[in-house]
């Protein structure tokens, strides 16, 4: 393999996850750029619906093995073959995860990482593997780092959202430092990092937006049809997110029973799973809303066309949690402007850098039910605004998140990390 077609190690948490469908889509565009992939997968797949897409990835996907003699003989194998081949640099990563154990007093954690890491490591030996890459900031990177050292070869991170506001901002230094270079998919995510972070080191950030694969949205094809229901006919309401508490899909659901206690006519469907599913259950219910508001669950992308393909508006209002938690910019936003689907959203994190309001889409203020259900009321009234706004926002996709692009800068900084 030539210095110019690195093979790229990619350290995922987990693979394949029905909610990263942005890791999955920068993964098939860098193979259709022939950057050779190898995945290691800190966790098994959950039993979940996937993506068709996953099965177009020709990259080998290394786990541990399942059963825990397995796994003690695969990781003890690992790091004795890492140890034998580069004593010195073996005892230097030994030393930055005890250094990291005491400093951080999660010696259990960090420990875990560690054992990880040598495993990916002879992954990487036997492999060669020439670059180590991880999305999220937390464990995926610190096993890329450990790694990386043990074999000598340059490592980088994407950070997102969670992985970046969640963690002290002297650790996400120090990851940083370490690094070969470090993406993130916001504008607002850069600013946030430089203003921490050495000067010296903000060259080293490069945005990087989360890329849509704009063949699963054809111009002026129609999608399925979503099945038939008891509401069909009325206009479609749609939202897709994991059901936890930065997404505001209480706050959704509120401004539904506003909009339904001014006697306007729809139904709502909102796709996703998470803890918070029984808790939004019964507030569907304490309003009166269950026969208009419905929660179906995961589903994989292809079922998901249709919804955005049908739907009159799609919704969705994030805000910051009290523990600092945020999204960056959600998949599901720039999927719904690629489908022509007129978006409403709240003005949180990197969303003004997708919509910017009156012209890809409206933004209304977070924790804010009242001005959501305004807004929509004003959407679904409006079929000229619709049209409008669907016709600027798939522009808005076509000219700075269309995957195969995206993926160009990615594999340029893959590329000049095994050059210098």
């Known amino acids: 393999m030539t210095a110019t077609t690195p093979t790229v190690g990619y350290v995922l948490k987990r693979y394949p996850r029905l909610s990263e469908t942005f890791i999955l889509n920068e993964m098939r565009a860098l193979e259709r750029l022939d950057t050779p992939l190898h995945i290691f997968s800190l966790l098994r797949p959950e039993d979940a619906p996937r993506h068709s897409t996953v099965s177009e990835v020709r990259a080998t996907v290394t786990y541990l093995p399942l059963t825990w003699p397995r796994i003690i003989l695969a990781v003890a194998k690992g790091h004795a073959a890492v140890a034998v081949r580069a004593p010195l640099r073996y005892l230097h990563a030994t030393g930055l995860a005890l250094w990291w154990s005491i400093r951080t007093r999660r010696p ?74 470090v993406l993130t998919c916001t504008r607002y995510n850069v600013e946030y990092l430089r203003g921490f972070l050495p000067r010296q080191d903000w060259d080293k950030i490069h945005l990087v937006y989360h890329g849509i694969d704009l063949a699963a949205f054809p111009q002026g094809d129609s999608f399925a049809d979503v099945p038939p229901g008891e509401n069909a006919g009325l206009p479609l309401l749609l939202s897709v997110g994991r059901l936890v508490p930065k997404k505001g899909m209480r706050d959704l659901v509120t401004a539904c029973h506003l909009l339904h206690s001014r006697g306007i006519a729809f139904r709502c469907v909102i796709i996703g799973e998470g803890p918070l599913r029984q808790e939004l259950e019964t507030h569907i219910a304490e309003l009166g809303l269950t026969a208009m508001v419905t929660l179906p669950g995961a589903m994989a992308h292809d079922r998901l066309l249709a919804f955005y393909g049908q739907a009159t508006v799609f919704a969705l209002a994030p805000h910051v949690t009290e523990d600092g938690d945020r999204d960056g910019i959600p998949n599901v936003l720039a999927e719904a402007m690629a489908a022509g689907t007129p978006v409403v959203s709240t003005a949180v994190s990197g969303i003004p850098e997708l919509i910017e309001d009156g012209r890809t889409g409206l933004l209304v203020p977070p924790r804010d039910p009242v001005v959501l259900a305004d807004t929509l009321e004003r959407v679904l009234a409006d079929a000229p605004l619709r049209r409008r706004l669907a016709a600027a926002s798939r522009g808005k996709i076509e000219e700075r998140f269309e995957c195969w692009e995206t993926a160009k800068a990615l594999r340029t900084l893959f590329v000049q990390s095994v050059q210098q």
């Open 108 to 181: 259990l954690s960090v420990g875990k990482q560690f054992l990880r890491s040598g495993y990916v490591a002879h992954g990487c030996l036997q492999n060669n593997i020439q670059h180590l890459h991880a999305h999220f900031a937390n464990a995926p990177a610190t096993v890329a780092r450990l790694a990386g050292v043990m074999c000598n070869i340059p490592y980088s991170f994407t950070t997102h959202a969670k992985d970046l506001y969640l963690t002290p901002k002297e650790a996400m230094r120090r990851r940083i430092e370490s690094a070969h270079f």
